[in-house]
């Protein structure tokens, strides 16, 4: 559909409760059931963009958009159309009613930057003492940038938590991450060259009584 630009003749004003737009020409719509969009605003925000990989819940690393919530404060939520170097990216729900510092819009995946999450079995140990087992876990993520351009990557993972007080949960190595003790998150932001390849280690104990199993 054609799109009206209003924007350089409507009037933004906001009250209490919202925000509104006051338009200083008139506009005849047809009332043909068709969609009609009005462009009655234009803002430029500045944009950080960086990727996000966790894989422990896919290997995929995801191009990110990072805007700051005051920029966009006075803009409302909806369905957004998303374009990416002038190509359509397909549609996201922009919500500006955060109480984050950022919003974040994902692009997608970009297939260039591959990451990999295995459990290394040289270095995983299992003890028996007094009627418990005590596991040793050391994890490997490995990240390929594939890329001709160097990538900021914000990499997550996780030390499992317990709610059981027979079972104990020990960070044993974190390789540098920043630790979240309450979530058990580890996070990395990872600076990364033209088809440079990282690798990040941790290791976590866990203890727990012989006969029950773990689902980690």
Request: hydrophobic fraction near 35%; charged fraction near 20%.
């Amino acid at each position: 559909p054609q799109a009206y630009n209003w924007y350089n003749n409507a009037t933004a004003s906001s009250n209490r409760l919202n925000y509104e737009y006051v338009l200083a020409l008139p506009q005849t719509i047809n009332s043909d059931g068709e969609e009609f969009p009005i462009e009655i605003s234009k803002k430029d925000l500045n944009v950080k963009y960086a990727y996000s990989c966790i894989p422990k819940i896919t290997c995929s690393v995801f191009l990110i958009a990072c805007v700051n919530t005051n920029e966009a404060m006075n803009l409302p939520s909806g369905t957004s159309n998303l374009f990416l170097d002038n190509n359509y990216m397909g549609e996201t729900y922009f919500d500006t009613q955060v109480s984050e510092d950022s919003i974040n819009i994902s692009f997608g995946t970009d297939s260039r930057i591959v990451s990999e999450r295995k459990i290394l079995k040289e270095y995983t140990a299992k003890k028996f003492m007094s009627g418990s087992i005590t596991k040793t876990y050391d994890v490997e993520i490995t990240i390929h940038n594939n890329k001709s351009e160097s990538a900021n990557i914000n990499l997550e993972d996780q030390i499992p938590l317990s709610s059981n007080s027979q079972i104990v949960i020990e960070s044993i190595n974190i390789d540098n991450a920043i630790s979240n003790i309450e979530t058990g998150k580890l996070t990395w932001n990872i600076s990364m060259q033209p088809n440079e390849v990282v690798k990040k280690h941790f290791t976590f104990s866990i203890k727990y009584p012989k006969g029950k199993r773990l689902n980690l």
